[in-house]
T-cell receptor
Framework: SQQGEEDPQALSIQEGENATMNCSYK?????LQWYRQNSGRGLVHLIL?????REKHSGRLRVTLDTSKKSSSLLITASRAADTASYFC???????????FGTGTSLTVIP | DVKVTQSSRYLVKRTGEKVFLECVQD?????MFWYRQDPGLGLRLIYF???????EKGDIPEGYSVSREKKERFSLILESASTNQTSMYLC????????????FGPGTRLLVL
């Protein structure tokens, strides 16, 4: 059974707009991570947020975590065409070594 | 920079063939993982290894085996390839302890005919 489920499945926006993706999970976690995958490539780690954190920033990325709702969101501000990719959330299984990955949100940024 | 390399980007094999997918990481990471990625199913863990010669089954180990004889190398073996093993295979590594961020290779797209 999958932990992370991203929403929406696909998102298309104009360059310069903000993009928001959501992730919901089922059981308690130690941390949650977001990854990006460009078409046909491996995943690249973007940001990690611990269960005792509520918000984290990295450049144009802002991640929030609400453990009471078992959900997280990834906001990309001032999007660029180069942000076009699939974005995945990953939640740990409690052991810290393994993660559940969701099915991802496909983001298209139109120049 | 952490580098995870996979032996092939694209591979075409016949049903019944034995297939080896190799993964090498250069950061002395303890943990290594093999995933497969299919449309609509996301990434699913096949096997992982937390030390040399150690392995643990993931969520979908059936039809696969692994080998980790050296710390930097983790091999995925399809004993007898089947068409339902056509997929994108992703290798990842992560350090032991700490934050457990995973570093991925570029992937191998395997087609079994």
């Amino acid at each position: 059974s999958q932990q992370g489920e991203e929403d929406p499945q696909a998102l298309s926006i104009q360059e310069g707009e903000n993009a928001t993706m959501n992730c919901s999970y089922k059981t308690s976690i130690n941390n949650l991570q977001w990854y990006r995958q460009n078409s046909g490539r491996g995943l690249v780690h973007l940001i990690l947020i611990r269960s005792n954190e509520r918000e984290k920033h990295s450049g144009r990325l802002r991640v929030t975590l609400d453990t009471s709702k078992k959900s997280s969101s990834l906001l990309i501000t001032a999007s660029r065409a180069a942000d076009t990719a699939s974005y995945f959330c990953a939640t740990d299984k409690g052991t810290g070594n393994q993660f559940y990955f969701g099915t991802g949100t496909s983001l298209t940024v139109i120049p | 920079d952490v580098k995870v390399t996979q032996s092939s980007r694209y591979l075409v094999k016949r049903t019944g063939e034995k297939v080896f997918l190799e993964c090498v990481q250069d950061m002395d990471h303890e943990n290594m993982f093999w995933y497969r990625q299919d449309p609509g199913l996301g990434l699913r863990l096949i096997y992982f290894s937390y030390d040399v010669k150690m392995k643990e089954k993931g969520d979908i180990p059936e039809g696969y085996s692994v080998s980790r004889e050296k710390k930097e190398r983790f091999s995925l073996i399809l004993e007898s390839a089947s068409t339902n093993q056509t997929s994108m295979y992703l290798c990842a590594s992560s350090p032991g302890g700490g934050l457990k961020t995973q570093y991925f290779g570029p992937g191998t797209r395997l087609l079994v005919l």
